[in-house]
């Protein structure tokens, strides 16, 4: 079960640290993602830190300003969100998913099994 935390009121330029825990387990061995949903839009892809690799990837829309990052516990995924934009106002969930041979990388809702029930986060202008 994934736990998200850390969203809040904030504004323009503004940073915040959104956690997501990983109750009963680690988060050893997985995949592990953020997304976000504005009100009226999809579910979109920020950012995924890769396990077998170490590696982060992001979308354009957050790069350089957003940073996905694990503890040294293994059972806490953060996002460091940066320099905030109203544009950034959403329910940012944590997504997670067994390392597994992928062909492509995982930066779509479907490709996850595990989900936090979001935090959210209101950018004010």
């Known amino acids: 079960q994934l736990q998200a935390s850390g969203g809040g009121l904030v504004q323009t330029g503004d940073s915040l640290r959104l956690s997501c825990v990983a109750s009963g387990r680690t988060v050893l061995h997985y995949d592990m993602a953020w997304f976000r949903q504005a009100p009226g839009k999809e579910r979109e892809f920020v950012g995924v830190?890769?396990?077998?690799?170490?590696?982060?990837y992001y979308a354009n829309s957050v790069k350089g300003r957003f940073t996905v990052s694990r503890d040294s516990a293994k059972t806490t995924v953060f996002l460091e969100t940066n320099s905030l934009k109203p544009e950034d106002t959403a329910v940012y969930y944590c997504?997670?998913?067994?390392?597994?041979?992928?062909?492509?990388?995982?930066?779509?809702?479907?490709?996850?099994?595990?989900w936090g029930q979001g935090t959210e986060v209101t950018v004010s202008s």
């Open positions: 830190s890769m396990w077998t690799s170490g590696r982060t």
């Open positions: 997504a997670a998913d067994r390392v597994r041979s992928r062909l492509v990388l995982p930066l779509t809702a479907g490709e996850y099994d595990y």
